[in-house]
C-alpha cells in the first residue's frame, strides 16, 4: 500500500511538471492593424510568434514597406496606408500586450 501511495505522488507531482512547462510557451496569431477615420482595419496576417519574438513584435511594431489600398479580406480602405503610416501589431485574443 505505501509502495501504491509514493507511486502515486510521483505520478501527480511529474504531471504537475508537465502541466506547468507546456504553459510556459507563450505563443499568439498577430496581425497587422490601422486606424482609419476612427474605425479599425485589419491589413494583413503575421502568424504566430512565440516567447521573446512575441514580446519583440508587439515592442517593435511593423513597418508597412508598401501602399495598402485594401483591408485583408480585400474591401478597399477609406484612405490608403503608406509606408511610415502608423500601424499596430495585435496578437491573440486573449494575449495581454
Do not use: R
Not at 504531471?15 to 491589413?43: K, M, Q, R
Not at 512565440?50 to 519583440?56: D, K, M, N, S
Amino acid at each position: 500500500m505505501k509502495k501504491t501511495i509514493i507511486s502515486l505522488k510521483k505520478i501527480g507531482i511529474t504531471l504537475s511538471i508537465l502541466l506547468l512547462a507546456s504553459c510556459s510557451d507563450e505563443c499568439a496569431e498577430c496581425h497587422v492593424v490601422a486606424d482609419i477615420d476612427g474605425a479599425e482595419y485589419e491589413l494583413m496576417e503575421l502568424g504566430e510568434h512565440c516567447e521573446e519574438e512575441l514580446h519583440l513584435i508587439e515592442e517593435d511594431g511593423y513597418t508597412i514597406v508598401d501602399t495598402i489600398l485594401v483591408d485583408i479580406d480585400g474591401n478597399n480602405l477609406p484612405n490608403p496606408v503608406l509606408p511610415g503610416d502608423a500601424v499596430e501589431v495585435h496578437c491573440g485574443e486573449e494575449h495581454d500586450h
